[in-house]
């Protein structure tokens, strides 16, 4: 139940392509949905964020979308660019009062091609 | 305005000695979170700290690892005795105390163990 369920592991796009990626969890309790992306030897960015009460949310070429009757959300990256070559990790946060421990999924590694 | 720093960025232990890593918050941040990453996978969830208060340390091995985030000072996660399986990226993130579920994410230390 404390489970964070995310695909694919990979994905190639072309330029200017809609990269999707999607994660899963079961907690209902769940309250705070962030996506992370990570380059080669650097630490996570937060990129964009998002909480149960909102079905979308747009920051640039990033939006979530989020289902809470499936429990599932998605980032979509918009005119994807040979820059948003990274590893993307969606996270959760269970609900223990106080303490936002993220639950990461296991990252999507993302190549758009030139 | 600094992000989190985590220094060293690089750090080789052979079998039994002890490892140190420190970090220190974003300025005006009072909550800082460790999380391991092995190769390949995901963060997990170590240990959250306050000032001078280890908040919830269930991610923590029972043994050979401690973290103390003093009154004044860097955050410390210190591994005794250190094994092969120990090699891994340790980040840690830290938040505002208004928005404590925003976290922000260090550079990272990476431990080797020969």
């Known amino acids: 139940q404390q489970q964070v369920k995310q695909s694919p592991q990979s994905l190639i796009v072309q330029k200017g392509g809609i990269p999707i990626i999607n994660c899963a969890y079961e907690?209902?309790?769940?309250?705070?949905f962030p996506w992370y992306q990570q380059f080669p030897g650097k630490g996570p960015a937060l990129l964009i964020a998002i909480r149960p009460d909102v079905s979308e949310k747009k920051e640039g070429r990033f939006t979530i979308s989020f289902n809470k009757s499936a429990k599932q959300f998605s980032l979509h990256i918009m005119d994807s660019q040979p820059g948003d070559s990274a590893t993307y990790f969606c996270?959760?946060?269970?609900?223990?009062?106080?303490?936002?421990?993220?639950?990461f999924g296991t990252g999507t590694r993302l190549k758009v091609l030139a | 305005n600094a992000g989190v720093m985590q220094n060293p960025r690089h750090l080789v232990r052979r079998r039994g000695q002890e490892a140190r890593l420190r970090c220190s918050p974003m300025k005006g941040h009072s909550h800082v979170y460790w999380y391991r990453q092995l190769p390949e996978e995901g963060l997990k969830f170590m240990v959250y700290l306050q000032k001078e208060n280890i908040i919830d340390e269930s991610g923590m091995p029972k043994e050979r690892f401690s973290a103390e985030f003093p009154k004044e000072g860097p955050s410390i996660l210190r591994i005794q005795q250190v094994v092969r399986g120990d090699s891994a990226a340790y980040f840690c993130?830290?938040?505002?105390?208004?928005?404590?579920?925003?976290?922000?994410f260090g550079p990272g230390t990476r431990l080797t163990v020969t």
């Open positions: 993130a830290s938040s505002p105390r208004q928005t404590f579920y925003e976290q922000y």
């Open positions: 907690n209902t309790a769940f309250d705070y």
């Open positions: 996270a959760a946060s269970p609900p223990t009062s106080g303490t936002y421990k993220y639950i």
